[in-house]
């Protein structure tokens, strides 16, 4: 049985859009157990922008259902510091005299 056929494209709408977005980003996987991330959701609002682009080159569809539609934020993500004895092993480990342990330290502090 094929997975599209021709013809169905004219019935895919905003809204339909909108929800596949939505339970795509609210479904639970074993990989991502809290549901997926915005920066994901994100592409695949651009991967559904290039499809759409397609169908009208091909004659499919008049004009794409997301054509004034934003694509989904993407939210800042910020990563959780280190605590002073995580920071005090780090530099620990960078402690030597070879040539990766200089260039670790180097990078250690570098910033």
Known sequence: MPVYRP???AEI???????????FKSE????????RSDSTVNQAFRSLQQ??????????IDTSPIERMEPPKIGETV??????????ALVADCKG???????????TFAS
């Open 28 to 35: 639970r996987t074993p990989r991502c157990p809290d549901g």
């Open 79 to 88: 990563a959780p510091l280190l605590e002073l004895d995580q920071l005090a």
């Open 51 to 60: 499809f759409f682009l397609w169908l009208i080159d091909e004659e499919e």
């Open 7 to 9: 013809g169905e494209a």
């Open 97 to 107: 005299k070879d040539f990766q342990s200089r260039r670790d330290e180097a990078l």
């Open 13 to 23: 709408t905003r809204g339909r859009v909108e929800r596949f977005l939505l339970a």
